[in-house]
């Protein structure tokens, strides 16, 4: 049977953070003693109020269809953490509950972008961005940036990347893959330029909890009402709380363009889990004490995988100031980073995520959402590596 598989999924790269955890924890099941840097998702547990809320649910028989939008105390949940956290007034009807940070984005691109259109995304950005993109056929448009500029993109950058076509500007800071957070300063300037240009901004801030020495997320829609009708913000449960697996994520909009995902929620996925939901409220009305020491820690782990691998030869990296990723260049090592990652896990028994998955060869993202333990073993390993590619 020849089967006709659209130009759409044809087009698609699947995901190589999803590919190197699968195969290293396949090598895991096999016996063998494999360090994985590659998961970008919280090595704690989800908090037991959290569990005990759905649990509680799931035993009451919460477990029919809800609103495809989520349930109503869900959405005000979420309209009170921004304001809360943020400063920003969202209506219960801006706000959709979706399955995960990763299905908000997804919604807001296919909501917003068609055929012809364009969306500016800054390198190295995560992998997910471009291929939405392209599901809703439309082009990314790619802004390079690299460590000498701590991967930030500038104004300048921005507007001379703007076109008619261009719908969207998507924003990620805490970063995913580098770590990287915009000052206020910076957020602004990136805010006033697609105010000027009358160009949507997706600003996703799921890391927004997870930021160290001293730094500070603001959210691009607080400056003023018009940024703030220039901006859907995507965001999640997964990360500052540890419930990758619970597939909860929100986002806030426009009014309109609010509508515009429910209805595309309502024919594709119809309502997240019904009792993940009710976790949800726990975890955003809840006591917030796990955060402190979560926080701690991941620091504890950053400044040691920091200082660690600048001193490895043929490696050099900034520093994160969010998130638990950092973003070390290797070129250094003569490798590029999918020969050097494949490299490093046959030989070293090491999994990394190669830097050209998103959109940067000359690095690698390492993950800090695991025991120091690991991370010590791990990167002792990857010094003996890349010592024997020098000779050193």
């Known amino acids: 049977m020849n089967y006709h598989i659209s130009q759409r999924a044809a087009s698609l790269s699947p995901s190589l953070t999803l590919a190197i955890d699968a195969k290293a924890k396949q090598m895991k099941a096999e016996g063998q003693d494999v360090v994985g840097f590659g998961a970008g998702e919280p090595d704690f547990d989800t908090p037991q109020h959290i569990k005990d809320a759905a649990a509680e649910a799931l035993a009451k028989g919460f477990t029919k269809y809800t609103p495809s939008s989520g349930i109503p105390e869900l959405r005000q949940a979420v309209a009170e953490k921004f304001k809360r956290d943020n400063g920003l007034s969202y209506k219960p009807s801006q706000v959709i509950i979706s399955c995960g940070g990763k299905h908000s984005c997804y919604n807001v691109i296919l909501a917003t972008c068609q055929e012809g259109d364009e969306v500016i995304i800054p390198a190295p950005y995560w992998l997910s961005y471009p291929e939405m993109v392209k ?20 104004p300048e950058q921005l507007r001379a990347a703007i076109t008619p076509r261009t719908r969207l500007f998507i924003l990620n800071s805490p970063s995913n893959p580098t770590g990287t957070i915009y000052e206020p ?24 909890k997870l930021v160290y020495d001293g730094a500070r997320h603001v959210s691009v ?5 018009a940024h703030y009708e220039h901006t859907i913000i995507v965001h999640g449960l997964a990360k500052a709380y540890s419930m990758t697996g619970w597939r909860l994520g929100y986002l806030a909009a426009p009014e309109p363009i609010a509508k515009a995902i429910d209805a595309i929620q309502s024919h594709s996925t119809s309502n997240p889990t019904s009792f993940a939901q009710k976790g949800g409220v726990a975890a955003l009305t809840g006591p917030q004490d796990h955060l402190a020491a979560w926080l701690a820690e991941y620091s504890k782990r950053r400044l040691y995988a920091w200082r660690r691998l600048n001193s490895i030869p043929g490696v050099s990296c900034v520093n994160a100031r969010g998130a638990f990723y950092l973003f070390p260049n290797i070129s250094g090592t003569g490798l590029k980073s999918t020969e050097f990652c494949a490299r490093l896990l046959e030989q070293e028994k090491v999994a990394a995520v190669p830097g050209i998955a998103f959109g940067a060869d000359d690095y690698i993202r390492i993950s800090y959402a695991t025991s120091m333990a690991n991370i010590e073993k791990g990167l002792e390993r990857m010094e003996r590596f890349c010592r024997g590619l020098l000779g050193r």
Do not use: R
């Open 135 to 154: 599901l809703a056929g439309a082009t990314p448009v790619i802004l390079p940036t690299s460590d000498k500029t701590e991967f930030k993109v500038t």
């Open 185 to 208: 300063e910076e957020i602004k300037a990136l805010g006033d330029v697609c105010v000027e240009k009358g160009v949507l901004i997706m600003s996703d801030e799921i890391y927004e």
């Open 221 to 225: 829609a607080s400056f003023s009402p």
